[in-house]
């Protein structure tokens, strides 16, 4: 039986537009001789799509488009579809994979395992399959299973996560063939994890495996695809393309036959979080309806990065940078901004704030002279936050926040300042990561785009004379190390200070992270590339009495 992996980028939400991409893919893949098509989990409606699912018309809209669109493509002797849809009786609300046949729906596989934990939340919205059963394919049978089922293997995890696993029913059952239809949203590492779960379950159980993920950016989340065929022997035969939409065709005979040539290891590493960000940034401009974007440009190398991974996603003639000096901005930092802006090919504009920052000092000291303090730190921020908002007001621009992860865990950031935007290109990502990846891009490039005084400068806001990161912050080496720890890894902070750091430091950092809740509560949606993000998959609250 030759399948075909459809392996698309729906938009949340989008019921009609995503219709007619499965149409046509399914359309490509019947002229390409495929005797079954299969689509991702909730491929239709997008994943996850969160409240929409409270919404009666919502699901009925997707029901109707099931019935009306898709499922009669499959008449007249055309290829069954195996599509992930949402599916509702007896007044409950499933997760499932709908085979249509025939013109109709042939066969319902609801999702077992529902996950409740980090970004996710599906317990909220849906109902555990009370049973799973294989499914004939061409006289091949096969387990039919969603995303997470596949996720609680007994002998691979320790502990497991949930009491069942319903792998040890489907398989059991003289089932040969493993289809799993997932939207496995992507952190660095999560890739190789799956090729070590997947050949895993392969070998103790003998079965071939079609492994199809979702792809694109989705809010904060953004699905790497990678989808991927295995054989019974846990050799991986091939892999669908990353951070892009792709149309595989597998052969099923060739599941249970040793590989030829099996696919290599995929190294993951800082390459794979470039092409993560420019995917993420790319769906987010224009799934929310955008097609320019604008930013500050300090100087520093945190809008430097924002600002090329923004020009390699969407274009640079769609970027505008804003150079915003103040009275403290060093000449170093406006040539880099400018040099920077010249190298990429964006738009950029020089808008000094010191008439601005003047006028209201005059309004707010009593002697009108600067008081060097916090406050007026802070509202040089928030001036050059309005000047990036007027423009995107003004003009249609998206605007991008170009905090870091560092900065935003501990507060040194300004609300309504440097934080104001629409998404936050890089919050997800450690300042020694910054580091790493605007090299990264530099020697992708083959020249110095983001400019190597940019690099290697000492870090500094430039809200003060002299001013350096240092004077608020540990290093930037020990502060992420800690972070790794307290955020990541949910560390005890006696477990950080047995690790090798002192007290003193540690409980400074972690005290600065609890009580910069209010602010990350407040701060543009953030794209999540590592195993603990800002946002949904952190739920701390504000207004607490509790210290680790």
């Excluded at 595989?248 to 030829?260: G, M, R």
């Excluded at 090329?308 to 640079?316: F, K, T």
């Excluded at 000492?458 to 002299?466: G, T």
Aim: charged share 25%; with cysteine.
């Amino acid at each position: 039986m030759r399948v075909a992996l459809s392996q698309l980028n729906p938009t949340v939400g989008a019921l009609g537009r995503n219709a007619a991409r499965v149409g046509e893919s399914y359309l490509t893949a019947m002229k390409s001789g495929a005797e079954l098509v299969l689509f991702s989990e909730l491929c239709l409606c997008g994943y996850p799509p969160k409240d929409l699912l409270l919404y009666d018309s919502f699901i009925q809209r997707e029901r109707e488009l099931i019935l009306n669109q898709l499922a009669p493509l499959t008449k007249n002797g055309a290829p069954p579809m195996l599509i992930g849809a949402t599916h509702k009786e007896e007044d409950k609300l499933y997760n499932a994979a709908l085979l249509l046949d025939n013109g109709s729906i042939k066969a319902v596989h609801r999702k077992s395992l529902l996950p409740n934990y980090d970004v996710f939340d599906e317990a909220r919205y849906f109902h555990s399959a009370p049973a799973l059963e294989p499914e004939m394919f061409s006289g091949l049978p096969a387990a039919v299973t969603i995303c997470e089922d596949i996720w609680n293997d007994r002998d691979f995890f320790q502990p497991p996560l949930y009491n069942s696993d319903p792998l040890e029913t489907l398989l059991d059952k003289g089932t040969r063939l493993l289809i799993n239809l997932s939207a496995s949203p992507y952190h660095l590492g999560k890739h190789r994890l799956r090729e070590e779960l997947l050949s895993f379950i392969a070998k103790k159980y003998g079965c071939g495996i079609i492994y199809l993920n979702q792809v694109g950016g989705n809010d904060e989340l953004i699905f790497d695809g990678h989808s991927l065929v295995l054989n019974n022997r846990g050799e991986l035969l091939c892999r669908a393309n990353a951070f892009s939409e792709d149309l595989l065709f597998v052969e099923t005979d060739e599941l249970f036959k040793p590989a030829h040539k099996p696919a290599p290891p995929l190294e993951e590493g800082i390459d794979s979080i470039y092409r993560a960000l420019i995917m993420g940034v790319r769906d987010y401009v224009w799934k929310t309806g955008f097609s320019k974007v604008v930013l500050g440009l300090s100087g520093g190398v945190d809008s430097a990065l924002v600002a090329a991974l923004a020009a390699d996603a969407i274009g640079p003639k769609n970027v505008l940078g804003i150079l915003m000096p103040s009275p403290y901005s060093s000449e170093h930092s406006i040539e880099d901004a400018l040099v920077l802006a010249e190298n990429l090919g964006i738009k950029h504009r020089i808008k000094r704030i010191d008439g601005p920052f003047e006028a209201f000092l005059k309004l707010l000291n009593k002697s009108g002279a600067p008081e060097l303090d916090l406050a007026e730190e802070n509202l040089q921020a928030r001036i050059r936050g309005s000047i990036v908002m007027h423009a995107s007001n003004r003009e249609g621009y998206l605007a991008l926040a170009t905090g870091n992860k560092s900065e935003l865990a501990v507060g040194y950031c300004t609300l309504y300042g440097d934080m104001a935007g629409g998404l936050a290109v890089i919050a997800d990502l450690p300042k020694m990561m910054v580091y790493e990846l605007s090299r990264y891009i530099n020697s992708v490039k083959g020249r110095a785009v983001i400019p190597e005084n940019t690099i290697t400068k000492p870090p500094s806001a430039e809200l003060r004379p002299d001013q350096k990161d240092e004077d608020s912050l540990p290093p930037y080496e020990v502060l992420d190390a800690i972070l790794q720890l307290y955020i990541e890894e949910n560390a005890s902070p006696e477990a950080i200070r047995k690790s090798g750091f002192d007290s003193e430091t540690v409980n400074r950092v972690l005290r600065m992270v609890d009580r910069a809740e209010f602010k990350r509560r407040q701060a543009a949606p953030g794209l999540r590339v590592t195993t603990r993000a800002f946002g949904s998959g952190r739920r701390m609250p504000i207004a607490r009495s509790y210290d680790l």
